[in-house]
């Protein structure tokens, strides 16, 4: 288990939000535990109102937790987007922004809690629906998010920022190592 903070990239500096954490868990049975906290003053963010668990595209337009997570040596990669609403979405790449055709396996499971200037969302990635990964070669992951004030403003999250622009399908983004059980 490993704790991180993200960093908001410079050109998308918010006043609502104060920092984004998030604490890793690859699970012995190969499952992707993720706990996202976000501190701040929650009252200028725009938080989705909870929906059905229900795969939707367009979530990183407002506030939202993300996970990209490849295989060392490999070009391909899955994206992992998680609301507090309870929505989510979950795409394959065989490159850079270059989509394959995939379907998850299972549902990410997510949980969310809000109380006193602080948001945790839970989220859990079935092993199955990680990037096939035969040689069992270290994990690289992308930990990222999107905050949305409630002006319509967003700022970006993430491990790191390699880019001028926020950018969060750069491999070079792709900082936090963990190898499979």
Same mark, same amino acid.
């Given at each position: 288990m490993c704790n991180k903070s993200l960093v908001c990239h410079p050109c998308t500096v918010s006043n609502a939000a104060i920092a984004v954490s998030i604490e890793v868990e690859l699970r012995p049975q190969g499952d992707l535990h993720l706990s996202y906290v976000l501190t701040g003053d929650l009252a200028q963010i725009r938080i989705p109102a909870p929906q059905p668990p229900a795969a939707v595209d367009g979530l990183w337009e407002h506030t939202c937790f993300e996970a990209f997570v490849a295989v060392e040596g490999k070009a391909g990669y899955h994206e992992f987007n998680f609301s507090p609403s309870g929505q989510w979405t979950a795409y394959a790449f /065989?490159?850079?922004?270059?989509? /394959?055709?995939?379907?998850? /396996?299972?549902a990410p499971t997510i949980s969310f809690t809000q109380s006193n200037g602080l948001l945790l969302l839970e989220a859990v990635i079935a092993a199955a629906d990680l990037p096939l990964n035969m040689a069992g070669m270290p994990l690289q992951l992308g930990l990222t998010a999107v905050i949305e004030t409630n002006d319509g403003s967003r700022s970006y999250w993430a491990l790191n920022h390699p880019e001028s622009r926020p950018d969060f399908h750069h491999r070079a983004g792709f900082i936090l190592s963990l190898n499979p059980a």
């Amino acid at each position: 288990m490993c704790n991180k903070s993200l960093v908001c990239h410079p050109c998308t500096v918010s006043n609502a939000a104060i920092a984004v954490s998030i604490e890793v868990e690859l699970r012995p049975q190969g499952d992707l535990h993720l706990s996202y906290v976000l501190t701040g003053d929650l009252a200028q963010i725009r938080i989705p109102a909870p929906q059905p668990p229900a795969a939707v595209d367009g979530l990183w337009e407002h506030t939202c937790f993300e996970a990209f997570v490849a295989v060392e040596g490999k070009a391909g990669y899955h994206e992992f987007n998680f609301s507090p609403s309870g929505q989510w979405t979950a795409y394959a790449f /065989s490159d850079y922004r270059v989509r /394959s055709p995939w379907m998850i /396996s299972q549902a990410p499971t997510i949980s969310f809690t809000q109380s006193n200037g602080l948001l945790l969302l839970e989220a859990v990635i079935a092993a199955a629906d990680l990037p096939l990964n035969m040689a069992g070669m270290p994990l690289q992951l992308g930990l990222t998010a999107v905050i949305e004030t409630n002006d319509g403003s967003r700022s970006y999250w993430a491990l790191n920022h390699p880019e001028s622009r926020p950018d969060f399908h750069h491999r070079a983004g792709f900082i936090l190592s963990l190898n499979p059980a």
